[in-house]
Structure formats: structure tokens, C-alpha cells
């Protein structure tokens, strides 16, 4: 069975800064790995995925993110935070079963920016 | 081109009644998951369809089903409501069944009194 654990449910960042959100995830076969970021009363948008190829991936909005198979994390990086930034971020793993795909998120992290 | 839309946007029901909500695929997306997002969670994967047909289930009671109609769109049905079924409930469209891209709608919160 696949999981994921992200690390802190709330980071908090000042503008400018660097933004750090920690995935760890389990898989007992190759992972594909998402993060999505979730605004206010709003649905789910894709910021980037690893599906096998380069591991580092880059994504909308300036985010990045590692696959780092010795470590079992896909962790999400932006260089510079900005204030539109605050959200919350979601990492999902999936794996084919099936024929069907489901996407298995961890809890979320709440991103603060601070002016 | 519309994205995915799912309604009605709130929804408050009473412990026992039955409820259907309802989602809109983008236009050539044949695939549909539902997912439940309980405050403070991250979502929990419900359903998904593909063709009509169901090809995955989550971990929910049979109080949960759903379908998927010629057009593609589909509707989430929930018997016998509790508290816990408190949540707002996403669908997401894909053009298939695979490890496709899933696009999701802005949700149904349902509140459960």
C-alpha cells in the first residue's frame, strides 16, 4: 500500500524567502508523485508531477520539486516565497493499478507568507 | 474551454437522509474519481469511472456509490447520512483511466447536521 507523510502541517515564511515543504512518501513499486496546491474554497491544482523521468521536475508558479528514491522524498521548493504562495500544498503518490489511477495525499501543509 | 463543474457548490442535510451530488468532466474526458476531503485532511480517494464502468473503490461503506452516464458526467449518492460524512467532496476528470493528468473541480461542501 502506498502512503505519504508530509512534514508539518503549517510552515510559516517570510516574503522573499525560501519555501521548504517535506514529502516523504512509500511505495512498494515505482511511485509517480504530484504535489497540488489548494487556495481558499477552491478545488485542487496540479503544480507539478515525477512520473519516471528527470527527477528534478519543475513546475507552474516557480516550484520544484526532487525525487530522491534513497531518501523516499519529494520535497517542494520554491526560491523566493511570495505573498500569493499562502495555500495549502498537497503531495499525492499513485502507482497503476488496475487500469485505474488513485491518487493517495498525505494530510497537507499550510503555507503562511509573511510581508 | 469549461473545467470541471460540480454542483451544488453547499449542500446541508440532516443524519439519515440521502443526497446526490453531481460533476461535469472537462469536455473529452472520459474518466471521473470522486474524492472526500475531511477538514484538516488531505482527500481520501472514493470512486473512479471510466467508460461507465467502475474501475477503482476506496475504502468507503456501501452507503457510498456512484455512476457514470453516456455524456460522462457522474453523480456521487450517499444513504443513511452521519456527522462524519461531513466533508467537501471533489471530483476530478481525466481523459482516461491511466495515470493521466486528473483536473479538479472546486468541490461540494456537504454538512451533515
Known amino acids: 500500500a502506498q502512503s505519504v507523510t508530509q512534514l508539518g502541517s503549517h510552515v510559516s515564511v517570510s516574503e522573499g524567502a525560501l519555501v521548504l515543504l517535506r514529502c516523504n512518501y512509500s511505495s512498494s513499486v515505482p511511485p509517480y508523485l504530484f504535489w497540488y496546491v489548494q487556495y481558499p474554497n477552491q478545488g485542487l491544482q496540479l503544480l507539478l508531477k515525477?512520473?519516471?523521468?528527470?527527477?528534478l521536475v519543475k513546475g507552474i508558479n516557480g516550484f520544484e520539486a526532487e525525487f530522491k528514491k534513497s531518501e523516499t522524498s519529494f520535497h517542494l521548493t520554491k526560491p523566493s516565497a511570495h505573498m500569493s504562495d499562502a495555500a495549502e500544498y498537497f503531495c499525492?503518490?499513485?502507482?497503476?493499478?488496475?487500469?485505474?489511477?488513485?491518487?493517495?495525499f498525505g494530510k497537507g501543509t499550510k503555507l503562511t507568507v509573511n510581508p | 474551454d469549461a473545467g470541471v463543474t460540480q454542483s451544488p457548490t453547499h449542500l446541508i442535510k440532516t443524519r439519515g437522509q440521502h443526497v446526490t451530488l453531481r460533476c461535469s468532466p472537462i469536455s473529452g474526458h472520459k474518466s471521473v474519481s470522486w474524492y472526500q476531503q475531511v477538514l484538516g485532511q488531505g482527500p481520501q480517494f472514493i470512486f473512479q469511472?471510466?467508460?461507465?464502468?467502475?474501475?477503482g473503490r476506496g475504502n468507503f461503506p456501501d452507503r457510498f456509490s456512484a455512476r457514470q452516464f453516456p455524456n460522462y458526467s457522474s453523480e456521487l449518492n450517499v444513504n443513511a447520512l452521519l456527522l462524519g460524512d461531513s466533508a467537501l467532496y471533489l471530483c476530478a476528470s481525466s481523459l482516461a483511466a491511466g495515470l493521466d493528468e486528473q483536473f479538479f473541480g472546486p468541490g461540494t461542501r456537504l454538512t451533515v447536521l
Open positions: 515525477y512520473t519516471s523521468a528527470a527527477t
Open positions: 469511472y471510466y467508460e461507465k464502468e467502475e474501475r
Open positions: 499525492a503518490v499513485t502507482t497503476p493499478q488496475g487500469g485505474s489511477e488513485k491518487l493517495v
